[in-house]
């Protein structure tokens, strides 16, 4: 109960991942060094009321990975990330950017079964989503703070057109005291045919905490969810996709969920040359309170396949919730 887990009682972690662009280092004798990073600046306004515009640090990250093969049909693995991310005026004691290590595992690799990872790293419910704005989508399915952690295990397999995996949080202080202690399981299942990849994910959080509500204080819960996601490329320059998830907390020796609310997400793009314009629309439908739409709408101009700007508007229908707004560019290698 150290950590808390949401559930879709407040908006979605965004959580930011390593680069996808990588330059190799080092490639002889079976070892294989990358490094990858990223840097993106935004001038952001959430959706809320009384908020108002300011420049921010979004998105700073620098991996390495390693690749070295030990025989024909295995290689081993290790990886790791760093993060930058200024905290500038969003604290009372603000500084000047923060080096957090977010990712250090090591595993094993094979083209016929998968890979499987040990560390610092990501659960598979990170992917969860297919939303296709940059911060502005509010009411879409989400999990906080357990999508990663320092005692993760994950294992992912991708033969093209069937893909899974399974991963594992363990928040061990390695100490057999009674104390509850926050346990994560989640799954991915997903299938490619044609035009269309159709996924589905599962959620498992045990000894977890939520505030529900404008509570200082966390309520104990079980958490499960669950999320099915398909996308369509089948229209040229257009890609389409939509979502239906559930999260449902359980008091710890309380008869009543304090949370259970299905969430609804619908997304397209289209790409006319470097520009792409976006738009998304999500609903939260709790058991208990008002249902709430956001809605999202954006243009990307791609300078390079590394580099691009955007700008983006999003609101809800929530009480006292205003347009928000965020003007960015992010340059990767």
Do not use: C
Not at 1 to 11: C, D, E, F, H, Q
Not at 272 to 285: E, K, L, P, S, V
């Amino acid at each position: 109960m150290k950590k808390t887990i949401l559930a879709m009682a407040v908006p979605a972690l965004l959580a930011a991942g390593s680069a996808s662009a990588s330059i190799n280092l080092y490639d002889a004798d079976g070892v294989k060094v990358d490094l990858s990073g990223a840097a993106e600046v935004q001038y952001f306004q959430d959706i809320g009321n009384d908020k108002d515009g300011m420049w921010r640090l979004d998105d700073g990250d620098l991996a390495v990975n390693t690749e070295v093969a030990v025989s024909p049909e295995m290689s081993v693995l290790a990886g790791m990330s760093f993060e930058f991310e200024s905290e500038e005026a969003l604290t009372e004691n603000p500084t000047n950017g923060n080096v957090e290590n977010k990712e250090l595992y090591v595993g094993f690799k094979s083209d016929s079964f998968g890979q499987i990872t040990f560390g610092r790293q990501y659960l598979l419910s990170d992917d969860i989503g297919i939303t296709k704005d940059y911060e502005l989508s509010k009411v879409s399915f989400g999990v906080e703070e357990t999508s990663h952690g320092d005692q993760v295990a994950k294992y992912i397999y991708d033969n093209g057109t069937l893909y899974g995996g399974v991963s594992t949080y363990q928040k061990s202080d390695g100490e057999d005291d009674g104390t509850a202690e926050l346990s994560v399981v989640d799954a991915r299942l997903g299938y490619r045919v044609a035009d269309f990849d159709v996924r589905g994910y599962y959620y498992k959080a045990d000894d977890g905490s939520v505030k529900i509500g404008n509570a200082t204080t966390a309520t104990a819960v079980d958490v499960t969810g669950y999320q099915f996601e398909v996308e369509y490329a089948g229209i040229e320059n257009v890609s389409l996709a939509a979502s239906y998830g559930n999260v449902q907390a359980d008091a710890i020796g309380g008869a009543n969920d304090v949370i259970n609310t299905d969430a609804f997400s619908l997304a397209a793009d289209y790409t006319m040359g470097n520009t792409t314009f976006a738009a998304g629309w999500d609903r939260q439908d709790p058991e208990k309170g008002d249902n709430v739409n956001g809605y999202y709408a954006n243009v990307t101009y791609a300078l390079h396949s590394n580099a691009k700007v955007y700008a983006e508007i999003g609101d809800t229908n929530a009480d006292n919730a205003d347009l928000g707004y965020v003007a960015g560019m992010e340059v990767k290698f």
